[in-house]
T-cell receptor
């Protein structure tokens, strides 16, 4: 699998339900970020979690990070139709002397009103 | 504060030509990164500039190059265009450089490049 691979690829839920997306990565990271992309607003930063943190909250968003499993999850509670978008995780890691940013393949979330 | 702006928004070029894309970061941001987004490969990191110096780079051929000016504006150039270069090119700015920790990035709307 690729660095920063999201699961599931697509998710469809009813408004009000919770949505959980997972991200797995392969190499050691400094931190991990989640982004949202939709046609209306482009790519928007949601939350950053550092490698020494295990959980972080921002509004209806909850992110966890398990460095031993090299995985992260994004939970959106009480989803709204406006949450419909693609969600990406991004990691940064050192590779060949450079700091390389890698985005995952993304999870397409559809929230049905 | 004005957001990240990219010009042009849409571009159609012919295979073999070269193209220059422009990015103006958020005022005060000195780091500018470039990404290529395609349906097949997803979002891929091209390079990052900070204070007119390329600080980090991804795995793209030398046909892809960039530069940053003293006012932090950045340009990306692709020479000898190939059909596979058709993509959305995104620029992102940050108040910090890639010194080992990736900070929050603010993305522009992108330039949609189509190579025919």
């Amino acid at each position: 699998s690729q660095q920063g691979e999201e699961d599931p690829q697509a998710l469809s839920i009813q408004e009000g339900e919770n949505a959980t997306m997972n991200c797995s990565y392969k190499t050691s990271i400094n931190n991990l970020q989640w982004y949202r992309q939709n046609s209306g607003r482009g790519l928007v930063h949601l939350i950053l979690i550092r490698s020494n943190e295990r959980e972080k909250h921002s509004g209806r968003l909850r992110v966890t990070l398990d460095t031993s499993k090299k995985s992260s999850s994004l939970l959106i509670t009480a989803s709204r139709a406006a949450d419909t978008a693609s969600y990406f995780c991004a990691t940064d890691a050192r590779s060949g002397g450079y700091q390389k940013v890698t985005f995952g393949t993304g999870t397409k979330l559809q929230v049905i009103p | 504060k004005a957001g990240v702006t990219q010009t042009p928004r849409y571009l159609i070029k012919t295979r073999g030509q070269q193209v220059t894309l422009s990015c103006s970061p958020i005022s005060g941001h000195r780091s500018v990164s470039w990404y290529q987004q395609t349906p097949g490969q997803g979002l891929q990191f091209l390079f990052e500039y900070f204070s007119e110096t390329q600080r980090n780079k991804g795995n793209f051929p030398g046909r892809f190059s960039g530069r940053q000016f003293s006012n932090s504006r950045s340009e990306m150039n692709v020479s000898t265009l190939e059909l596979g270069d058709s993509a959305l090119y995104l620029c992102a700015s940050s108040s910090q450089a890639g010194t080992g920790v990736l900070y929050e990035q603010y993305f522009g709307p992108g330039t949609r490049l189509t190579v025919t």
